[in-house]
């Protein structure tokens, strides 16, 4: 996908010490000075990585009252090495609030956080490296695009249950591509409004279901093609007199397993492809 016209140059704070700032980012974080700028009033420094977002350090020289101290600003960096970077600012003699470490709930990332000279917050992610080829991901894409990609389409995936177990079919036909196809039981359904009206053939108003997903298998083609399996428990029931169904005994109706191919649209992820393989049907005597 291009990347739009617009971004975001830099990105300011004001500091106390401005000798003291600059060598922080740039002996310390490894960051270039890449321009200075003396007014009247004020003394900015712009530094940064090459080719990335610059951080600009702001010091007012007019007396006026100016607090740089203790503001809740972060400021996001990726770099190769976070427990190295984490003992050099330990070294500089500046607080460490969390020492670099592996995080599973941010996608087995490792993570440190600092403070800069004023207190301002450095947060330090490992760089993404580039997936091998042999993990049968696209070649070129970084482990965080590639995460980008696996969650969007597993978002689309988890709606697909939840829209059809809400009967709110509308919504649900609309995670389908405009071309895109439903393969279930023998047939196949092409766009939207024929999936909708496919599933909608002797609906039952009083009709329960329960979609359970699992084992969600996402192999990444692209920055903008994925494919996909996923095992589908599917419970169903009537409801008799607005309560839920009751059953003796509480059962699958069906188990099986959904081929996919998803598409980044204008409009997000949805379905190019969804087929549904029986592995398990209700026996009947």
Known sequence: MARAAENLGAVGIGVSDMARSEDFYTRVLGMSVQQRIDLPHLQEVVVGY???TSVVLMHWLDGSERNYKANAVKLVFFVPDPKA????IRADGLPIQREAEVMPEFHNMMIGLAEDP???VVELLELPRPVEA???AAPGLSALQRLEVEQGCARLALDYSFL????RMDEWSQLFAEDGEMHLFGQVHKGPAAIRAAVSAGGDPGAVTAHAITNHRIDVRSADEAE?????????GQRKDGAPPAAQQIAPMIVGVYRDRY????????FASRAFEPTFTTATA
């Open 228 to 236: 996909g399996a996923a095992y589908v428990i599917v419970f169903a």
């Open 50 to 52: 090459e080719g990335r």
């Open 118 to 120: 004023d207190g301002y």
């Open 85 to 88: 970077l984490i003992a050099r």
């Open 164 to 167: 059809a177990d809400s009967a």
């Open 134 to 136: 042999s993990t049968g």
């Open 263 to 270: 598409r980044r649209t204008d409009k997000g992820w949805k």
